[in-house]
């Protein structure tokens, strides 16, 4: 089966700058989540959809960082304005089910910040 | 929060050496599990652990549920150089946010 695709794999920009990634989980996973992992760090969850509702974003900075799953399929999280500390790579995950711990990640977007 | 807590940070090894790590936390979970991220890669589960004292095999690899629920173990036999990666042990809080650890970095020399 075809993987979580993300997209870019690697965005630059300046601080106070916009910048959007894309995710589009595995075909019928009704779970999706949003990681964020600094370097030398694990992965730390941002949000998670059920579907196209939102199931968990009591870690998402919600003055700069925002996310939308429309369809209940792909997913798009946007941070407005960036920070330096916002440096990091962002992972996609998707699962069956909520608490189905077969998490397939994809790839992610390296950000920085400068 | 719940915090896990890995050790060693890194380790070097020379190729076929056994690897130990261990993942600790102040707080029960009740599933533990083990990734390996490779660069540029997002996390791979590797084993899923349920019940206490659980020693389950995947391999070369084997990772161990403690008694407590307090901690969980890894160990890779005969390490190769395709190996070399960074392994997080992670748990579900509140079934909805899985925690991962800082990770042990492990580095192979053939």
């Known amino acids: 089966e075809a993987g979580v695709a993300q997209s870019p794999r690697y965005k630059i920009i300046e601080k106070r700058q916009s910048v959007a990634f894309w995710c589009n989980p595995i075909?019928?996973?009704?779970?999706l989540y949003w990681y964020q992992q600094i370097l030398g760090q694990g992965p730390k969850l941002l949000i998670q959809?059920?579907?196209?509702?939102?199931?968990?974003d009591s870690q998402l900075p919600k003055d700069r960082f925002s996310a939308e799953r429309l369809k209940g399929v792909d997913s798009t999280l946007k941070i407005q304005p960036a920070k330096l500390e916002d440096s990091a790579v962002y992972l996609c995950a998707s699962s069956l089910s909520p608490g189905g711990y077969g998490y397939t990640f994809g790839s992610g977007t390296r950000l920085t910040v400068v | 929060g719940q915090q896990l807590n890995q050790s060693p940070q890194s380790m070097f090894i020379q190729e076929g050496e056994d690897v130990s790590m261990n993942c600790t936390s102040s707080s029960i979970f009740n599933t533990w599990l083990w990734y390996k991220q490779e660069p540029g890669e997002g996390p791979v589960l590797l084993i899923a652990l349920y019940k206490a004292g659980e020693l389950t095999s995947n391999g070369r690899l084997t990772a161990q549920f403690g008694i407590t629920r307090k901690d969980s173990f890894l160990n890779i036999s005969a390490s190769i150089p395709s190996d070399v990666g960074i392994y997080f042990c992670a748990g579900p809080y509140n079934n909805n946010d899985m925690r991962f650890g800082a990770g042990t970095r492990l580095t192979v020399k053939p």
């Open positions: 959809f059920q579907n196209n509702g939102v199931v968990d």
């Open positions: 075909s019928g996973h009704a779970t």
